[in-house]
Structure formats: C-alpha cells, structure tokens
C-alpha cells in the first residue's frame, strides 16, 4: 500500500486566496482525521470523519476553514479565504474505526507526509 | 483545556544514554496511550502503545511505563542512538461515541541524540 497520500506536499499562496488541500486515504481505513502543526500549538485535530460522514469538527478554527469527504478514497481541506496565521504544516491521518478495533486490530493512525502551507 | 501534558519540550542526551519523556493525563476516560515518532519532514509515525491494563511495555530499546493511579505515563529509550533524534508526541485517547479513537497529542519532545 502507498500509505496516506497527501497533495500538493507544498503551497504558497497569499492572503486571501482559496486553498484547498487533498488526501487519499490507505484503502480499507474508514476513518479520516486532518491535523494541523504549528510550534505554537503542536498538533491540532481540526476535524475527524467516519464512513466518509464528519463526526466532530470543533477543532476547526473558524468558518474559513471547510472539510469534505465525498467518497471514501478522497478528503479536502478547504481554506477561503486564507491568511498568513493559517500557515502551517497540515496533516491527514487514516485509521480503522470500531468494528475492526473491537476485532482485534490494532488503532494505529498513519500519517500522510503532510502539506507545508504558507501564507503571505 | 490542554489534556496531555508532556515534558520536557527539548532533550540532549548521549549515545548510549537513556533518555526519558513524561506525560500526564486528566481525563480518566482514556483507555489508549501512544507514542509517535515524527522526523523532520515526515508526518507522525506510531511508535509504542499500552493499555491502562498493564503498567510496563518494551519493545526493544523502547520501554513505556504507565502509572494509572498517578494519570502519567513514559517513553525510556536504553541506548540511544543519533538515528533516535527526532520529535515524540505522547498521546492518549477513549473510543469516541461514534466509533473512533480521537487522538489528543501532548505539545511533543525534540529528543537530540550527540555521539
């Protein structure tokens, strides 16, 4: 398997602008988590999905920020529009949800390489 | 609310030394405490894992110690190498309602390995 695949791996933008950050989860992993790295503030969870549907997305800073899961091969991060504090380095996580946790199976999250957003 | 709380932020340690990172819990609902290792450029990677149910975990040079009583658990690394340098995050969790472990990481450990 690939693993996570994440893209683009990096983005400059200007303030302003729309940016919208894509993940592929590993195939069989029906949860998604997106993660956001900053010094500051370590790693933050902005939003988590299972089954492609959006459980809990109080870590998303404000209303700029979107995120959709369409299918279960594919995630966006969406940030409209976009400003120099939002730069940081941003994650997306798979993993297995309940049903295969209660199984047996390990819940390991496995990280994408990451998107390094800078904002100007 | 800030619920793993890890230390120390940095740590210089020779090769051959062991090096050692804390982190303490609140919430008494966590069932799941991992170790991520992250390199430079690379996303967090799972390390080592325990259970509130067992109090020590080794695997190899890596070791966890869980005190459930005293909400804190820890990573020692025996022996440690220049390749060990890099940022761990300790993290815990409980399985969620809806079925999933939400991870809440501590603000992580840059751990430097000089020969």
């Known amino acids: 398997d690939a693993g996570v695949i994440q893209s683009p791996r990096h983005e400059v933008t200007e303030m302003g602008q729309e940016v919208t950050l894509r993940c592929k989860p590993i195939?069989?992993?029906?949860?998604l988590f997106w993660y956001r790295q900053t010094m500051m503030r370590g790693l933050e969870l902005l939003i988590y999905f299972n089954n492609n549907v959006p459980i809990d997305d109080s870590g998303m800073p404000e209303d700029r920020f979107s995120a959709k899961m369409p299918n279960a091969s594919f995630s966006t991060l969406k940030i409209q529009p976009s400003e120099p504090r939002d730069s940081a380095v941003y994650f997306c996580?798979?993993?297995?949800?309940?049903?295969?946790?209660?199984?047996?199976?390990?819940?390991?999250?496995?990280f994408g390489p990451g998107t390094r957003l800078t904002v100007l | 609310q800030q619920q793993v709380k890890q230390s120390p932020q940095s740590l210089i340690v020779q090769k051959g030394g062991i090096s050692i990172i804390n982190c303490a819990y609140e919430?008494?609902?966590?069932?799941?405490f991992p170790w991520y290792q992250q390199f430079p450029g690379k996303g967090p990677a799972l390390l080592i894992a325990i259970r509130p149910d067992v109090s020590e975990k080794k695997e190899g040079r890596f070791t966890i110690s869980f005190n459930k009583s005293a909400k804190q658990f820890s990573l020692h690394i025996m022996d440690s190498q220049p390749g060990d340098s890099a940022t761990y995050f300790c993290?815990?969790?409980?399985?969620?309602?809806?079925?999933?472990?939400?991870?809440?990481f501590g603000k992580g450990t840059k751990l430097s390995v000089i020969p």
């Open positions: 993290a815990a969790s409980s399985l969620g309602w809806a079925g999933s472990y939400q991870l809440t």
């Open positions: 919430n008494t609902a966590f069932d799941y």
């Open positions: 195939s069989g992993h029906n949860s």
């Open positions: 996580a798979s993993s297995l949800a309940w049903a295969e946790l209660l199984a047996g199976a390990g819940n390991e999250q496995f």
